[in-house]
């Protein structure tokens, strides 16, 4: 799992990806209203759906290496490591000065080359939380089973057969006979 850390000093880190400046964390937990039209023509609300949690980093960084060098590749590395990130699948664990988000994909990567600094990159990195379902079995012995549910609930199942014959012999499938 990577892990995508942001300190509040100067040098934050996201996933191992150094960056210059954070200019913002913008922390999303939104849920969903369901509507539906009744007869009379009303809306009609049954269910919250709480929606994944989101988290967007907003960063900042020159393009001057660590050398010196106001040319570098430094922010062309960065969004290199950034895409490889997106590209994995892989889901990241993010630390904030706020919050700890666990199982974490990044979604979306938008990002740009702005002045007046010569391969200054301005980017967002938007995060959000990977639900994975997870399915309960409940055993029950078929003794506490009444006898209608005992029924359906145990037994095998006759699945029926399957036969085959073989083809009639002189026929041909459609494309044999249109090229020979």
Do not use: C, W
Not at 1 to 9: K, L, T, V
Not at 40 to 69: C, K, M, W, Y
Not at 151 to 176: C, E, I
């Amino acid at each position: 799992m990577a892990i995508g850390i942001f300190s509040s000093g100067l040098l934050g880190f996201i996933g191992l990806i150094p960056v210059d400046v954070k200019l913002g964390e913008y922390h999303g937990k939104s849920a969903t209203v369901t509507n539906y039209a009744v007869e009379s023509g009303a809306n009609r609300s049954d269910h919250i759906i709480l929606n994944p949690e989101t988290i967007e980093i907003h960063f900042e960084i020159n393009n001057q290496d660590f050398s010196g060098v106001s040319y570098g590749l430094r922010a062309a590395t960065v969004a290199q490591l950034a895409r490889r990130l997106m590209n994995s699948r892989q889901l990241s664990t993010i630390v904030t000065r706020h919050h700890l988000y666990t199982d974490m994909a990044l979604v979306d990567f938008p990002h740009e080359n702005i002045a007046p600094i010569s391969g200054k990159l301005t980017g967002k990195l938007t995060f959000q939380k990977f639900n994975e379902p997870t399915l309960e079995l409940v055993d029950t012995p078929e003794s506490q089973l009444t006898d209608n549910v005992a029924k359906t609930g145990s037994g095998t199942v006759d699945g029926g057969q399957q036969v085959g014959a073989p083809p009639a012999s002189g026929l041909r499938s459609l494309l044999s006979q249109i090229f020979g």
